[in-house]
């Protein structure tokens, strides 16, 4: 079933580009085998990256809806293959094909960004929309949940989008100027997309700890972002009683606005929050290895 909705998600990906035609036919044919026609155009609705100024004006920004975005990226970030991963590369593949095929900024040589533009587009603006997503249910939700759904906004969800920018940025950091002159010479992208895909084959941890290894003078900071990460993890994964006589994750999941600044759980989640949030910062926005660089060139305008 995971593989006959990952072939549907990508369906008219395949239509309209022609990147594997082997994949349409067995997308087509699992729709013979029982699902309707109205569920592929819904799954494979919207597969066009987001634009900007800087990126081909080929992208058509306004045929895209506001859930094909996080939709793509969740499933390039997070999503593992059940079974056969057959259907699951060839999505992955298409999805990647049309963000670097589609991207003319990576077709000249003599440009020092070598950065995939319409994929980091398409991960900050996830982000946001996790952002705007967690107001948006405080709202609607009467505040029911907030002090959880905070708490993994600024850690969990804040680290798949840290993931997907160590993503792109690892296209100008793992490559030589001999291998970028060759792919520009070629128009080949496909040495970009099995880079790529060997990165988010990994979890969003793993892909921040294998760059961070890299850098000696920032490892002291690196620790305080895994610890707070560590202590995170364990505190959704305790199931002592608090004094409530709930473990800390349905505490935190039924806490009022109104006992926030009083509650003991909630003060040491936010402590981790902020530990996290400040190792990130001094990481990425504040000069010192090459990731600040990277983040204020490409990462903020």
């Known amino acids: 079933m995971e593989a006959c909705l990952l072939s549907c998600e990508s369906l008219k990906t395949t239509r309209r580009t022609g990147l ?41 920004c306004r045929r895209e809806n506001s859930a094909g975005g996080p939709r793509r990226i969740l499933l390039l970030l997070e999503s593992k293959a059940l079974g056969q991963p057959d259907a699951f590369d060839r999505v992955l593949n298409n999805v990647l094909s049309r963000y670097l095929n589609e991207d003319r900024g990576l077709q000249d040589s003599s440009k020092e960004r070598r950065i995939p ?7 900050a603006r996830y982000w946001r929309i996790m952002v705007v997503d ?4 405080q709202s609607a939700r009467g505040n029911r949940g907030y002090a959880l ?13 840290v993931s997907g920018l160590l993503s792109c940025f690892s296209c100008r950091l ?21 880079h790529l895909r060997a990165v988010l084959k990994m979890t969003p941890l793993e892909i ?15 620790k305080q972002l895994f610890d707070a990460y560590d202590k995170f993890i364990g505190l959704l994964a305790d199931n002592t009683p608090t004094a409530g006589g709930k473990a800390p994750r349905e505490h ?7 006992g926030l600044e009083s509650d003991a759980l909630f003060q040491e989640a936010r402590r981790i929050r902020r530990e996290f949030s400040n190792a990130l910062s001094d990481l990425f926005l504040k000069p010192g290895i090459e990731l600040y660089d990277l983040t204020v060139q490409y990462g903020v305008f």
């Open 149 to 161: 759904r905070s708490i993994k906004l600024g850690l969990s969800r804040k680290l798949i989008f």
């Open 134 to 137: 967690f107001a948006y249910k």
């Open 117 to 123: 533009l319409f994929l980091l587009n398409d991960i």
């Open 208 to 222: 921040v700890a294998t760059r961070l290894a890299n850098y000696e003078s920032a490892l002291p900071i690196s």
């Open 20 to 60: 594997d035609g082997r994949h349409f036919a067995i997308a087509r044919d699992f729709c013979g085998r029982g699902l309707s026609n109205s569920f592929f155009a819904n799954a494979g609705r919207s597969f066009q990256p987001s634009c900007r100024s800087r990126s081909s004006p080929a992208c058509e």
């Open 174 to 194: 793992d490559f030589s100027d001999e291998q970028w002159s060759e792919i520009s010479r070629t128009g080949n992208r496909q040495p970009l997309i099995a």
């Open 252 to 258: 935190l999941g039924d806490l009022s606005v109104e």
